[in-house]
């Protein structure tokens, strides 16, 4: 159960639904500094099947799409592997081996288009928030999609240290 009582049902897992609120205060969400040093939110608790690329991964064989952020396409029918695309997807591979137990937090919107469940996606072992570590090591770019912008900030402060130290894509990449 979320942390008022309440969970909703979504793409297969019970969702706390006070998460989805948690960013609709106007009240700025906590630095990523910060939170990679303090506990994950709650959320629910899955594992994982497998990596299908660099920002979507399937927990307890439901697709996730990481919330806030985009890899190069790897996998997208009739169009080339797009730049820094495989060692994205490597990353997010050796960031969640299958087995790994992850916590999904949500944002507003719970799922997208596609039927996928998005979220921000926590390392339980040691809450390392997956979605920022990307950003920081230049394996992924911000993506921000209203109504889920908690950690719109953080991300393009982390994405900007990226680019200016020339990590991963942002020197690999034209």
């Not at 309440?6 to 910060?34: I, K, N, Q, S, W």
């Not at 998005?118 to 992924?140: Q, W």
């Amino acid at each position: 159960m979320g942390p008022r009582g309440l969970t909703r049902r979504v793409a297969g897992l019970t969702v706390p639904v006070a998460l989805a609120l948690g960013g609709c205060t106007g009240a700025p969400g906590p630095a990523v500094a910060e939170s990679a040093a303090s506990p994950a939110p709650a959320g629910e608790v899955g594992r994982v099947t497998r990596v299908v690329d660099g920002d979507t991964l399937v927990v307890d064989g439901v697709r996730v799409r990481l919330i806030g952020i985009d890899t190069p396409e790897s996998k997208q029918p009739g169009s080339p592997v797009e730049c820094f695309a495989l060692e994205a997807a490597a990353r997010m591979g050796a960031l969640l081996p299958e087995g790994t137990a992850v916590r999904l937090a949500l944002d507003v919107d719970p799922t997208d288009d596609f039927g996928r469940t998005l979220a921000y996606v926590y390392r339980v072992a040691d809450d390392l928030f997956v979605n920022a570590a990307l950003v920081r090591e230049g394996y992924a770019s911000v993506l921000t999609v209203p109504p889920n912008v908690r950690h719109a900030d953080d991300f393009l402060e982390l994405q900007g240290e990226a680019r200016q130290a020339g990590r991963g894509l942002w020197s690999s990449c034209p």
